[in-house]
């Protein structure tokens, strides 16, 4: 079974919602995830029903009206557009933060559900998961989470030591 398989079986449509928001964001410029996935494209993945993404902020209104026309229930929060198709577990998280948008500017292709697409650097995808671990208006458990993602990251890269938190590194060992 492939992971687009499995994600699948998971997720109720998820792959399949993934596939549709791929198409819908390539219509409109740049764009790259960030968040969990992302962070599986460096380390030993985990799973996750998040789709965290940047896009280009000129788009937004667009991507939203064409998720919408997609049969994508559309919410909007202060930092963040968020969307999900009707008996699917994926959560699509489109970031209206303005710090992220410089994450378009330094992206990679890496395999997500078995195709090629657009994910921020390493660098920042640490920057933005200490960002979302600091955000003390997070609930407690989405920052673990990130606390976990960045921990994760320390294992598999320990030249990054020096840009964590001190919190983080005392709990990696060198």
């Not at 740049?30 to 993404?53: K, M």
């Not at 559309?74 to 410089?102: C, W």
Request: aromatic share 6%; hydrophobic share 40%.
């Amino acid at each position: 079974m492939t992971a687009a398989e499995v994600f699948e079986s998971v997720t109720g449509s998820g792959s399949s919602d993934f596939a549709l928001l791929v198409s819908i964001l390539n219509e409109h410029g740049r764009w790259c995830l960030i968040g969990g996935l992302a962070v599986n494209c460096y380390v030993e993945p985990v799973y996750t029903l998040d789709a965290d993404i940047v896009v280009a902020v000129s788009e937004v209104d667009a991507i939203k009206q064409e998720l919408a026309i997609a049969a994508f229930s559309v919410q909007e929060f202060p930092h963040s557009i968020n969307a999900q198709m009707k008996g699917s577990e994926l959560r699509i998280q489109l970031t209206t933060d303005t710090r992220y948008q410089q994450f378009l500017d330094d992206t990679n292709l890496r395999e997500i559900l078995g195709e090629q697409r657009p994910v921020a650097s390493l660098m920042n995808i640490t920057r933005g998961k200490i960002w979302a671990w600091n955000d003390q208006t997070r609930r407690p458990t989405k920052r673990k989470k990130d606390e976990l993602d960045l921990m994760r990251i320390l294992e598999a890269y320990p030249e990054l030591r020096s840009s964590m938190p001190e919190e983080i590194s005392r709990q990696v060992p060198e």
